[in-house]
Nanobody, 127 residues
């Protein structure tokens, strides 16, 4: 099994920054990792994804240019650096793992492709 634990959420004013961390344990070799978010009363939506190698990334348009996803494959840890935060970024952020060895942008955006999810970490951005 793969277990995911997110951390790094918190409260920040608009324009500020946060770094989220997702630590994965278990049989993670060959997996892709991603971040999703869910605002109150809204559906869970894709934020960013990264391939096993760490060389391929994909971002949702609203966060492109502001967020950066990275991965430490040796330690099975993925990060989400969030800069220039906006109130609309307020949500619970979840990390997820895709056990497939393949990575495409289309697969990465689909929450149905992910087998395991973390518990989520709250990010609140005030104006």
């Amino acid at each position: 099994q793969v277990q995911l634990v997110e951390s790094g959420g918190g409260w920040v004013q608009a324009g500020g920054s946060l770094r989220l961390t997702c630590a994965a344990s278990g049989r993670t070799f060959g997996t892709s990792l991603a971040w999703f978010r869910q605002a109150p009363g809204k559906e869970r939506v894709f934020v960013a994804a990264i391939s096993w190698s760490g060389t391929i990334t994909h971002y949702a348009n609203p966060v492109k240019g502001r967020f950066t996803i990275s991965r430490d494959s040796a330690k099975t840890t993925v990060y989400l650096q969030m800069n220039s935060l906006k109130p609309e970024d307020t949500a619970v952020y979840y990390c997820a793992v895709d056990l497939s060895k393949f990575f495409t942008n289309e697969r990465a955006r689909d929450p149905g492709e992910y087998e395991n999810w973390g518990q989520g970490t709250q990010v609140t951005v005030s104006s």
